[in-house]
């Protein structure tokens, strides 16, 4: 009984201290100042990356829209900074550390900027803030706009059992950068399944139960199903993979 009492009192101060830090942080950004290692080819920046966790499910998409890239400079956009999992906040600042360009990554936590300020290098900026707010007020100068673009959209966490609100959020996501895509520009989404299968594989039976009781009623969930829908209908982007993830480029 001690022992629940004390699990549960700490994720609550976890919880507190995380909005606390959010709020006192918020629309805040912080440069990264770590001095990373450079790398002369993705295959070696990707297995270094990945180097204790080799099989995670989001390597071969995440390596492969680096590779799309061709090693040029390239202005990077997230949507959900991540410090833990994939850490692709690092993979993505790996690659502009090495090959040029620019990563701005935003979160509504405060606690991933705080974690990744020393991890990235002063090549990539976190920033604590709505990502949709964020988005809006985006602005890339004539240079950053030439540039080839990396959109990686994983903010809104899915609920499998009721998946439509992040759905939704993805696909707001993506309309609202829309007029910044250009030719060659890639947009990665996570947490986009393509099948219960694949799901089941990542995050287990539960979850990939309820993805597909959900399709019963026609609804496919995940981030960036509406988005796989649009792009269908209107036939503006190409689909280079889709597994995990979801991994678009513009015709």
Not at 37 to 47: G, M, R, T, V, W
Not at 58 to 80: D, H, W, Y
Not at 105 to 115: E, G, L, N
Request: aromatic share 10%; with cysteine; glycine share 6%.
């Amino acid at each position: 009984m001690l022992e629940f009492f004390v699990k549960v009192v700490t994720k609550l101060f976890k919880s507190l201290k995380s909005r606390l830090f959010s709020l006192l942080y918020a629309e805040k950004f912080c440069k990264g100042r770590a001095l990373r290692e450079k790398f002369s080819s993705i295959e070696k920046l990707a297995a270094n990356h990945f180097e204790f966790n080799p099989e995670h499910p989001c390597r071969p998409t995440l390596t492969a829209a680096l590779v799309a890239v061709n090693l040029k400079p390239v202005t990077i956009i997230e949507t959900g900074s991540s410090a833990w999992g994939a850490n692709s906040t690092m993979l993505f600042d790996s690659y502009v550390n090495s090959f040029g360009g620019s990563v701005n990554s935003v979160d509504i936590r405060a606690t991933p900027m705080i974690k990744l300020t020393n991890k990235c290098s002063n090549l990539s900026t976190m920033h604590c803030n709505d990502s949709l707010k964020f988005l809006r007020k985006l602005h890339l100068s004539s240079s950053k706009f030439e540039e080839i673009k990396i959109f990686y959209f994983d903010s809104m966490d899915v609920d499998w059992s009721d998946p439509i609100p992040s759905m939704v959020y993805g696909l707001s996501e993506f309309l609202t950068v829309l007029p910044l895509v250009n030719s060659g520009d890639i947009v990665l989404v996570d947490d986009t399944p393509i099948n219960k299968k694949t799901l089941a594989h990542v995050q287990g039976d539960e979850r990939a139960n309820a993805y597909s009781k959900n399709q019963q009623y026609g609804i496919t969930g995940g981030k960036g199903s509406l988005i796989k829908d649009y792009v269908n209908l209107h036939g503006s982007f190409e689909i280079l993979q889709h597994d995990y993830q979801l991994l678009l480029k513009k015709k």
